[in-house]
């Protein structure tokens, strides 16, 4: 699927169940970012030696802090309520797999984060493309092409750092093996108003 590579395309119908409660996909989409930022200064803590990667994923934490405000500015807007923070079971998929394939080594840990993120991030872009495409809201619609860019952006990011930095590691094969686990268990999912459900 383009830049993105994905094997497996959200079925559009997917819009018309986050349609029924747009209450839930913007609370849950506000909670995603948070925990996007969150994701990005948890890089940092564990590799601050890399001033570039420090540097361009301070930014990035700012940009999805920006986004979790933008998000909320909409709910409030709406009158709606920011609801507790959701559970994300298609994130802990991938985190379990994150996990099971890090050998334990600095830059295996590296490569692994870099990669579950590149991960998340190049699916909530083909969501937002979905959502931008599909939705009658036309706010939401304009909205959700705008985040999208940002997205590919922040999936470029990830990327790109893991190759700099995977002295040793075969990155291409290893996110080939990525994208074929994604497709496997995101085949359970498409059917939750929410941005992975």
């Given at each position: 699927m383009g830049v993105l590579r994905l094997e497996l395309p959200t079925d559009p119908r997917?819009?018309?169940i986050v349609e029924k409660n747009i209450e839930e996909i913007l609370t849950d989409h506000a909670w995603c970012e948070q925990k996007a930022a969150t994701n990005a200064i948890t890089i940092i803590t564990n590799n601050s030696e890399h001033e570039d990667l420090v540097t361009d994923?301070?930014?990035?934490?700012?940009?999805?802090l920006d986004h979790f405000e933008m998000v909320h500015d909409i709910i409030k807007k709406r009158g709606l309520k920011l609801g507790r923070e959701?559970?994300?079971d298609y994130v802990n998929e991938l985190a379990q797999y994150?996990?099971?394939s890090n050998t334990g080594s600095r830059v295996s840990g590296l490569v692994e984060r870099l990669l579950f993120s590149a991960m998340i991030e190049a699916r909530s872009c083909e969501r937002f493309k979905v959502l931008s495409e599909n939705i009658q809201d036309e706010e939401l619609s304009k909205?959700?092409?705008e985040l999208m860019e940002s997205?590919?952006?922040h999936y470029t990011t990830f990327i790109?750092?893991?190759r700099k930095y995977g002295k040793g590691i075969d990155v291409e094969k290893r996110w080939r093996e990525w994208l074929a686990f994604e497709s496997e268990i995101i085949a359970?999912?498409?059917?939750?108003?929410t941005i992975h459900g």
């Open positions: 997917w819009v018309n994923l301070l930014a990035l934490a700012k940009e999805e959701r559970k994300d994150m996990k099971r909205f959700y092409r997205e590919a952006g790109t750092y893991a359970n999912y498409g059917n939750k108003e």
